[in-house]
């Protein structure tokens, strides 16, 4: 079955620094795509950035970077230049072949501070 | 902004009553998927809609039923309530084409079942 890991329940990170949140993931399937989602205390869940596991680059889009190892199976985000309106909880998901069904795990709260 | 948007925002209902929420979508996009998320944890997938038919639906038993309409509104009802429903129950609507990276997900409705 596919499953996702993320093994830090909190992070804390200075404004300005740059931070790594992990996420590990286990699945069989040779097509797969990871996702990292947002969720501020408003609940709304924040498309991030995605990661298909036919893509030979690290996806990147602005200040979030994906660090995708394939054969670890990990796709670990990292912010860079932390600001205090990235304090929220981040899910990474991973969508199951031939549908739009996402499998998330428990998530990271991330507090930055100045 | 996603351009979902969920109602109502808080719900408190007894175990054994009936609830319905509702999610407008965007307009043109033609599947939506409901997700309930418990407190602490990542979203759990209860099922999607593509036009209009249930197109995949996860772990959540037949108490849990949904609709789509044609105006890109949706709705999950819940039948007989129990306490363990008590969680933020999220709307996502896509685009389905061949190659679709994001969900875009609505606020949620926090239900709270006592």
């Known amino acids: 079955a596919q499953k996702i890991t993320q093994t830090q329940p909190g992070m804390f990170v200075q404004e300005k620094e740059a931070v790594t949140l992990d996420c590990t993931y286990d699945?069989?399937?040779?097509?797969?795509?990871l996702f990292w989602y947002k969720q501020p205390s408003s609940g709304e869940m924040i498309f991030l950035i995605y990661?298909?596991?036919?893509?030979?680059q690290n996806a990147t889009e602005g200040r979030y970077s994906l660090n995708f190892q394939k054969a670890r199976k990990s796709a670990n985000l990292v912010i860079s230049a932390s600001q205090l309106g990235d304090s929220a909880m981040y899910f990474c998901?991973?969508?199951?072949?031939?549908?739009?069904?996402?499998?998330f795990g428990t998530g990271t709260r991330l507090q930055v501070f100045p | 902004e996603t351009g979902v948007t969920q109602s109502p925002t808080h719900l408190i209902k007894t175990r054994g009553q009936q609830v319905t929420l509702r999610c407008s979508s965007q307009s043109g996009h033609n599947t939506v998927s409901w997700y309930q998320q418990a407190l602490g944890q990542g979203p759990q997938f209860i099922f999607q809609?593509?036009?209009?038919?249930?197109?995949g639906r996860g772990n959540f038993p037949p108490r849990f039923s949904g609709l789509q309409f044609p105006n890109y509104s949706s709705e999950l009802n819940v039948n007989a309530l129990e306490l363990d429903d008590s969680a933020l129950y999220l709307c996502a609507s896509s685009v389905k084409d061949g190659r679709n990276e994001k969900l875009f997900f609505g606020s949620g409705t926090q239900l709270s079942v006592l």
């Open positions: 998901a991973m969508r199951e072949r031939g549908t739009d069904k996402l499998i």
């Open positions: 699945t069989s399937d040779p097509s797969y795509g």
């Open positions: 809609y593509y036009r209009e038919e249930e197109n």
């Open positions: 990661q298909g596991s036919y893509d030979q």
